[in-house]
């Protein structure tokens, strides 16, 4: 196989910029809440900053878990749509950098980004234009590639538009007409209540393992404790990897469920932890380790993220996971 895992969503320009809680009040901006904005408001807030340090990033949900994987040491690729502009062009770059093959159509509409305030107490509040990653289509999906991978991963993120829905669901029909298994990440309790019907029957269809934290669970089943929703994914879906934040994770493979304990951090920037859990746990399943070691995985690559500004570790990655990553390797 050419990939281990390929990842399709939404390339958008983090823009993270380390705020005080009166710069929200006085945006009017929900403090950790993520908000839809136009072209407009997103212009409107980058004024605001004055001259605040704000650090780039290629992001995207589905690409953080990429480059995360391929920081392990799994080869990986990632497609989505950009804008034919400096960001676009900064985000292959950056894709190329990190060890992802990118697969990036360009359109005329400015590249998506997102802006990411975080606050002292480390929360996170996102604001996000997604510009070019509407226009997705099946067109732009690269089927051959798709083919020639071992997982595919999607996440509820690309249900935006429907051309978006329409290049995920040949995506997915793609993956299981070559018996590749599909991973795919609810994305957000918003997108999990507002697509429940959807998400319910691609999981039920196409899906070996799904990801998803406590708030999002609940919303998809309308269950009001996570055991219980557990239990109702695990009927629709031989895995189910439930993060409980900082009480752990359950995971649930072929009936068989394990609980995964948190490791303790003071965190900084809680961006991309469940990125991070779904990359260390997903590098655990393609390497062949057990349910109970790719949930550690995933839970040591998110406490280890969340010490840092961003939604992605940097310096010597597989150093830094190799108190958890060498069990793996065993």
Same mark, same amino acid.
């Given at each position: 196989?050419?990939?281990?895992?390929?990842? =399709?969503?939404?390339?958008?320009?983090?823009?993270?910029?380390?705020?005080?809680?009166?710069?929200?009040?006085?945006?009017?901006?929900?403090?950790?809440?993520?908000?839809?904005?136009?072209?407009?408001?997103?212009?409107?807030?980058? @004024?605001?900053?004055?001259?605040?340090p704000v650090a780039y990033e290629a992001g995207g949900s589905c690409a953080n878990t990429i480059v995360g994987i391929a920081q392990l040491g799994a080869k990986t690729a990632y497609c989505g749509m950009v804008g034919a502009d400096e960001h676009g062009q900064i985000y292959a770059k950056k894709l190329q950098e990190a060890g992802v093959t990118p697969f990036l159509r360009a359109t005329t509409v400015p590249t998506g980004s997102a802006l990411i305030f975080v606050t002292p107490d480390a929360g996170r509040t996102m604001n996000l234009f997604?510009?070019?990653?509407?226009?997705? +289509?099946?067109?732009?999906?690269?089927?051959? $590639? &798709?083919?020639?991978? @071992?997982?595919?991963?999607?996440?509820?993120?690309?249900?935006?538009? +429907?051309?978006?829905?329409?290049?995920?669901?040949?995506?997915?029909?793609?993956?299981? *007409?070559?018996?590749?298994?599909?991973?795919?990440?609810?994305?957000?309790?918003?997108?999990?209540?507002?697509?429940?019907?959807?998400?319910?029957?691609?999981?039920?269809?196409?899906?070996?393992?799904?990801? *998803?934290?406590?708030? $999002?669970?609940?919303?998809?089943?309308?269950?009001?404790?996570?055991? $219980?929703? =557990?239990?109702?994914?695990?009927?629709?879906?031989?895995?189910?990897?439930?993060?409980?934040?900082?009480?752990?994770?359950?995971?649930? &493979?072929?009936?068989?469920?394990?609980?995964?304990?948190?490791?303790?951090?003071?965190?900084?920037?809680?961006?991309?932890?469940?990125?991070?859990?779904?990359?260390?746990?997903?590098?655990?399943?393609?390497?062949?380790?057990?349910?109970?070691?790719? +949930?550690?995985?995933?839970?040591?690559?998110?406490? @280890?993220?969340?010490?840092? &500004?961003?939604?992605?570790?940097?310096?010597?990655?597989?150093?830094?996971?190799?108190?958890?990553?060498?069990?793996?390797? $065993?």
């Amino acid at each position: 196989m050419r990939y281990d895992v390929f990842g =399709l969503e939404n390339p958008v320009m983090d823009l993270l910029a380390q705020v005080p809680d009166a710069f929200l009040a006085k945006a009017g901006i929900e403090k950790n809440r993520w908000a839809m904005i136009d072209q407009a408001r997103h212009a409107e807030l980058l @004024r605001a900053l004055d001259g605040t340090p704000v650090a780039y990033e290629a992001g995207g949900s589905c690409a953080n878990t990429i480059v995360g994987i391929a920081q392990l040491g799994a080869k990986t690729a990632y497609c989505g749509m950009v804008g034919a502009d400096e960001h676009g062009q900064i985000y292959a770059k950056k894709l190329q950098e990190a060890g992802v093959t990118p697969f990036l159509r360009a359109t005329t509409v400015p590249t998506g980004s997102a802006l990411i305030f975080v606050t002292p107490d480390a929360g996170r509040t996102m604001n996000l234009f997604l510009g070019a990653c509407r226009e997705l +289509g099946p067109q732009d999906v690269p089927v051959d $590639e &798709i083919r020639a991978s @071992r997982w595919l991963y999607v996440t509820g993120y690309v249900w935006d538009s +429907g051309d978006q829905k329409e290049a995920a669901t040949l995506a997915l029909r793609t993956a299981k *007409a070559a018996g590749i298994p599909v991973a795919f990440s609810l994305a957000d309790p918003v997108y999990a209540t507002r697509h429940r019907e959807d998400f319910l029957r691609l999981i039920r269809d196409y899906a070996e393992l799904v990801f *998803a934290n406590r708030d $999002e669970a609940l919303a998809l089943t309308g269950r009001d404790h996570a055991q $219980e929703a =557990l239990r109702d994914l695990r009927k629709l879906c031989p895995a189910v990897a439930l993060t409980l934040g900082h009480a752990g994770a359950l995971i649930s &493979i072929h009936g068989d469920t394990a609980y995964v304990e948190s490791y303790p951090v003071h965190p900084v920037d809680t961006t991309g932890a469940g990125d991070a859990f779904a990359a260390g746990f997903l590098y655990g399943r393609v390497t062949g380790a057990s349910p109970l070691q790719c +949930g550690r995985l995933g839970a040591y690559f998110a406490s @280890r993220v969340i010490t840092q &500004i961003g939604p992605r570790l940097s310096g010597d990655v597989r150093g830094l996971l190799a108190p958890v990553l060498d069990d793996v390797r $065993e």
